[in-house]
T-cell receptor, first 112, second 114 residues
Framework: EAQVTQNPRYLITVTGKKLTVTCSQN?????MSWYRQDPGLGLRQIYYSMNVEVTDKGDVPEGYKVSRKEKRNFPLILESPSPNQTSLYFC???????????FGPGTRLTVT | AQSVSQHNHHVILSEAASLELGCNYS??????LFWYVQYPGQHLQLLLKYFSGDPLVKGIKGFEAEFIKSKFSFNLRKPSVQWSDTAEYFC????????????FGGGTRLMVKP
């Protein structure tokens, strides 16, 4: 089954404690991206990647890091999380921005 | 930078009513336009997309959207909504000068009363 998986689905952590949210896709897609969803603000793109070792900033990259060492994986790293990063995070993949984005189930992150 | 506005944040309709959700974007050049839907507890799914050609685009579940370049708009329409259309709807734009960045609007939460 074609899918995008994210782990964990729910995470509560404290300010400053480094965390990683994993994202994996099994569709051999080249394009992957991370979004955060906040009420009234819709989805805002954090980072995207056009292929292995190729990443670029989206609208709201501050406080986040990503890496793309393998085509199927695109982890999101918060080196020092802060409460304003409490949000719902989605990973997505597609053949390119011209094609449908396939979204993961979301990761709800709370930073206290 | 590209931006997308969805002016209706919350819409409540009765079944069989007609629906039109507004979407306006800021970029004047070539754009790729999308509407996504998020049903309660589910992933975002693509409803329809426009890249070029006929400005009236038909999508899944009876939805359609019209690209009006002069108005920088891509409004979503459905002639007769059903209770199952209750969801949050997002317009998204990839502008020609934004590389591979995709910008979403703030979303419109639609509730259809049975």
């Amino acid at each position: 089954e074609a899918q995008v998986t994210q782990n964990p689905r729910y995470l509560i952590t404290v300010t400053g404690k480094k965390l990683t949210v994993t994202c994996s896709q099994n569709m051999n897609h080249e394009y992957m991206s991370w979004y955060r969803q906040d009420p009234g603000l819709g989805l805002r793109q954090i980072y995207y990647s056009m292929n292995v070792e190729v990443t670029d900033k989206g609208d709201v990259p501050e406080g986040y890091k990503v890496s793309r060492k393998e085509k199927r994986n695109f982890p999101l790293i918060l080196e020092s999380p802060s409460p304003n990063q409490t949000s719902l995070y989605f990973c997505a993949s597609s053949r390119s921005t011209y094609y449908e984005q396939y979204f993961g189930p979301g990761t709800r992150l709370t930073v206290t | 930078a590209q931006s997308v506005s969805q002016h209706n944040h919350h819409v409540i309709l009765s079944e069989a009513a007609s629906l039109e959700l507004g979407c306006n974007y800021s970029y004047g050049g070539t754009v790729n336009l999308f509407w996504y839907v998020q049903y309660p507890g589910q992933h975002l799914q693509l409803l329809l997309k426009y890249f070029s050609g006929d400005p009236l685009v038909k999508g899944i579940k009876g939805f359609e959207a019209e690209f009006i370049k002069s108005k920088f708009s891509f409004n979503l329409r459905k002639p007769s909504v059903q209770w199952s259309d209750t969801a949050e709807y997002f317009c998204a734009v990839n502008a020609g000068n934004a590389g591979n960045m995709l910008t979403f609007g703030g979303g419109t939460r639609l509730m259809v009363k049975p």
